[in-house]
Structures are given as C-alpha cells and as structure tokens.
C-alpha cells in the first residue's frame, strides 16, 4: 500500500471514530450577589453534577476532587466545572449540583463576613432539578452550560447558623438570555427608598416568570409568585444607575423594582419587602439580550 493511500485510510478511520464520538459538556458557575452586605465570601465544596434525563433516569459525572469555590468572586466571570466530559446524546430536561456533605467537617463550606468572622454554612440542597432544555448529539461536540446561584434568594447569612438552600437557573450557553437597563435616579435618591440608608443600598431588579395576565411581585418564600432571579442596582457614574440579569431560560418574565433587596431572608415569609408599582414584562427568546429601562 502507497503512503497516500496508507494515510486517507488513516484519515478514514479517524472521521469515522469521531463520527461515532459521543456528544461532550461543559458546564461553567456563576452567581448572583448575596443581599446581606457584610458578606464578604460565600465558600462552597462540591463533588459532582447530575443530569435529568427526558426519561426521568440519572447521569451522575464525579469530578476527580472536590471543587470548593468563593461564589462571591463569580459575578462578572465564571468558575469552569467540567470542561468537555464526555455525555451520552440524548435529551436532558435537568441539572443539579452535588454539594460536598460537610455535616463531620464544617471546613468545606462556610461564610466569611466583613470582619473577617468565619461560620460554617448549612447546605440545604434537595433532589430536585433545575429545569435545563439541552440536546446532545453525538460526533464529540461540546455543549456548554451555564449555571447561575442567585445568592440573594438562596443564603441566610444574618445569624450565628448562615445557611444556603440553592436557588439555580441554567440553560445552554447559546440559548441563555440576558436583560439589562438602567433605572432613573429619582427613583432610587428619594428619601422613601433610601429610609435612613446610604443611596442605592438595597436597590434591587427581581424577575418573575409571568404564568397570567399579570404577576403581583413578592419576596422569595417558597410560594408563587416566587422570583426566579435577582440583581442588586449598580452605580455607573453620577446619578446613573444600572442592572444586569443573564442566565435567563427563554421565556415570559415580570421585571419588579424593590428599594428593600437587603431585607431579602429566604428562610421566612415575613420580609418587609415591597416593590414599585411600575413593573416591566418582557418576552426573551433563544440568545436574547434586551434592555428594559426603569424611568
């Protein structure tokens, strides 16, 4: 056999392997700020992630060693999980994380607030699955999927005991969509929203999946309507102020404004949260990035 037709045999082989190949993920954390303003880190250890299957069955992936990360410091950036495992095609409706159990050792997960005090942290994490609309095909691409903790809804941090039960939102890389925009300044400067705090302390944007004709908005209490994402408002230069939310699931969303983001407590139903009056409903396909502004 010539060398030529040694190597187009080769070559043959090959794409014929990877023809075969099963699909790859790859999946990248992020998370949304805590309301409690002395928080200073948020460390958490896992050891895996499982995916739900259309079926209903399991795919558990282990990583080698436990991962521990300072969700605080994946706002703006994020934190590689997996980076192209190997997944068998399929369609998968589910994600989970698998936080390390710490219940013999409290070193694995714990808070650090702003005078450097150190308390260990509760992980309240469930068998559920956050909803995830993912399609793998075989020939050994990968998919990438973006997971985004939303602190704010998810942490206890104001006692002695700070406690994390996991509010997620995921969705595939190139179908995740973002809302962002700007909110007037004499909304936020007003005595009212300020109630004897620094300017802009507890501004914050929730979002709501709008099932009707209208959503009354609500603090996070494990009843609807219950936000599925927040974001605290950010200063961008004088009398200017803006949000962000990415890692939203196509969809309906109700946009509520609330001056009392920093009385947030997931773990009861009597915040003292109330919201504006104007709400915002926006409808955000596939890779969307829309601005919805507060005036």
């Known amino acids: 056999m010539t060398r030529l037709a040694r190597c187009s045999l080769i070559l043959a082989f090959a794409g014929l392997l990877a023809a075969c190949e099963d699909g790859r993920i790859g999946v990248e954390l992020s998370a949304d700020p805590p309301a409690a ?36 410091r994946f706002d703006n950036v994020t934190f590689p999980l997996l980076d192209a495992e190997a997944l068998d095609a399929g369609d998968y409706t589910g994600i989970r994380l698998e936080f390390h159990d710490s219940s013999s050792d409290d070193s694995d997960n714990y808070v650090i607030d702003t005078s450097h005090g150190r308390r260990p942290l509760t992980i309240n994490a469930s068998n559920e699955f956050t909803p995830l609309n993912l399609t793998v095909k075989k020939k050994g691409k990968t ?19 700070p406690s994390l039960t996991p509010v997620l939102r995921a969705a595939r890389d190139t179908k995740a969509a973002r809302v962002s925009g700007s909110v007037k300044d004499s909304l936020i400067s007003t005595s009212s929203c300020r109630d004897g705090r620094s300017t802009g302390v507890g501004v914050a944007i929730y979002a709501f999946k709008k099932l009707g004709d209208s959503v009354a908005p609500d603090d996070y209490d494990g009843s609807e309507p219950d936000p599925v994402a927040s974001t605290p408002v950010h200063s961008s230069g004088s009398s200017s102020w803006q949000y962000n939310i990415g890692v939203l699931p196509p969809g309906d969303y109700t946009l509520a404004l609330t001056c009392d983001g920093d009385q947030e407590n997931p773990s009861t139903s009597q915040d003292e949260i109330g919201f504006l009056n104007d709400t915002h409903d926006v409808s955000l396909d596939e890779g969307d990035e829309q601005d919805q502004d507060f005036n």
Not at 43 to 59: C, F, K, N
Not at 60 to 71: E, K, M, Q, S
Request: net charge negative; no cysteine.
């Open 37 to 72: 303003v002395t928080t200073q880190e948020v460390d958490v250890s896992l050891d895996g992630i499982t995916l739900q299957r259309d079926d209903g069955s399991e795919d558990r992936i282990d990583f080698d060693n436990t991962v521990r990360v300072n969700l605080m």
């Open 143 to 161: 998919y990438t999927v973006q997971v985004r903790l939303d602190l704010r809804l998810s942490l206890t941090a104001d006692s002695s005991s």
